[in-house]
């Protein structure tokens, strides 16, 4: 599961599939997100007793029949969603 976000839509979950250290799949039943889009993807990463979020930036290359196919840029400064105190 990886949760996305862009522009105008608030943090949802969706699968991803075909991931690597450059892109990935993210399956979205009606993809809304136009390509060129920069959105934010946060992955919750469980080891154990400890939960990680990370976040990254991405690009949207492609959108297809039942998703779209990212490009990733680089680390996000912060979690979407998450206090600005923090």
């Given at each position: 599961m990886v949760?996305?976000?862009w522009p105008g839509q608030r943090l949802r979950g969706f699968r991803a599939r075909n991931l690597s250290e450059h892109g990935a799949f993210v399956e979205i039943d009606r993809p809304l997100v136009p390509s060129?889009?920069?959105v934010r993807l946060v992955f919750v990463l469980e080891m154990g007793m400890v939960t990680r979020l990370h976040c990254?930036?991405?690009t949207v290359r492609r959108v297809a029949q039942?998703?779209?196919g990212l490009q990733m840029l680089g680390r996000c400064n912060?979690?979407?969603g998450r206090c600005a105190s923090r």
């Open positions: 949760y996305l976000s060129g889009t920069v990254v930036r991405a039942g998703g779209v912060r979690i979407p």
